[in-house]
């Protein structure tokens, strides 16, 4: 039976078991370089024991950042630094993965520790865009310009520009960030996007930028190597994206050459609330795996290897993805083998052989 200590192959990649690393922002990044942080941080948790680790959304562009210490993948000079991270997770045994992104309305923000709220274009912020001039709200009430379809295209082809780069920096899986309110996800929304072109309006063309950057990255990315989506499948709110669209538009991304959807929920609607239990997503994740046909992930609140176990057991989801709980135990992974019992045993790295 497949549980979360069986390795798990797509393509020419394989997992050495079904836990993942779910991208954290780390917010410590200067014009989008990674540093030691970003190495200390990634590797320690790849040594941890998890088959794949996902580096943090990693903007396409300048403009996309989430805050001004994001990390980024716009120029050549962000390649050697993520290859060095990449290099030694790799050594570790576990899969490198980029989560590519672009925040849309939401960018421009201090960074958490900062208060989170946009920042105005004098004290370090800059002007936004997303499909429509609407704001999110809260603190992040900066009016975005709605984009031009020569600014969809040329949005298209940071994507694509930023897909290469990752290649030559040497990531094995590459995630689209199409969740949390970001950019991708703004146009997927019937709230955030209301142009009145072919990317607005009906199902089709809500979902047509993603669609079109999905074709363009895949014809980059090497068909032997993973292509995954991160999808906000619902938006918790009425007359919002749907569980419904979000299973539509797998079984579209499919037939793209699209792997696996990485389930998560929320984060496009200011004034929405999840229901944050435990695995609140795993039965979106399970809807998405079964009613679309294509393998998954699934984050949120999962802390204990039991339960990450049984959703892997039962179905529910392909990879299990830890963060908060990555952040408490590195080592969770090799932790979760030794409560589950698992045999053999998964080493934990020789350094650590006779403490362990
Ligand atoms: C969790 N977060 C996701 C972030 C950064 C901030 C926190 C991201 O994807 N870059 C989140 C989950 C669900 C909805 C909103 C935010």
Redesign the pocket.
């Known amino acids: 039976m497949v549980h979360l200590f069986a390795p798990l192959t797509i393509k020419s990649i394989t997992l050495r078991n079904r836990i993942g690393v779910s991208p954290m ?1 780390m917010y410590s990044s200067e014009d989008g370089v990674a540093n030691d942080w970003h190495l200390v941080h990634l590797g320690v948790r790849a040594a941890g024991g998890a088959g794949l680790i996902i580096a943090e ?1 990693t903007a396409v562009a300048p403009e996309g950042r ?1 805050t001004p210490g994001d990390a980024g993948i716009w120029a050549d000079k962000h390649v050697e630094p993520l290859a060095r991270i990449n290099r030694f997770v790799k050594a570790q045994g576990a899969v490198p993965g980029i989560q590519l ?1 672009h925040a849309g309305r939401k960018a421009s923000a201090a960074r958490p520790w900062d208060g989170s709220a946009h920042l105005a274009n004098i004290a370090g912020g800059w002007d936004t865009i997303a499909p429509s001039a609407i704001a999110f709200g809260g603190g992040l009430d900066k009016v975005p310009r709605a984009m031009t379809r020569e600014d969809i295209a040329r949005v298209q082809r940071d994507f694509v520009a930023a897909a290469q780069r990752s290649l030559t920096a040497g990531y094995a899986w590459l995630e689209l ?1 199409a ?4 950019l991708l996800q703004e146009f997927l929304s019937p709230l955030a996007n209301q142009r009145t072109d072919d990317y607005g309006g009906s199902f089709e063309n809500r979902t047509r930028f993603l669609r079109e950057t999905t074709e363009a990255v895949r014809a980059v990315w090497p068909e032997s190597l993973p292509l995954t989506v991160r999808l906000s499948t619902t938006e918790w709110v009425e007359g919002g994206w749907t569980i419904e669209e979000s299973v539509v538009l797998a079984r579209q991304l499919k037939v793209l050459g699209v792997d696996l959807i990485d389930v ?4 496009g609607v200011h004034a929405a609330r999840a229901p944050s239990t435990p695995g609140f997503h795993v039965p979106l994740s399970e809807r998405v795996r079964r009613e679309a046909g294509i393998a998954t992930a699934v984050v949120g609140l999962i802390t204990k290897p039991a339960h990450a176990d049984q959703i892997v057991r039962d179905g529910q989801a392909d990879v299990v993805l830890i963060a908060r709980e990555s952040l408490r135990d590195p080592n969770w992974p090799l932790r979760a083998a030794r409560e589950l019992k698992v045999d053999p045993l998964p080493a934990a790295p020789v350094q650590y052989a006779r403490g362990w």
């Open positions: 922002c959304a989430i992104a960030h969740a949390h309110g970001y998560s929920s929320g984060g």
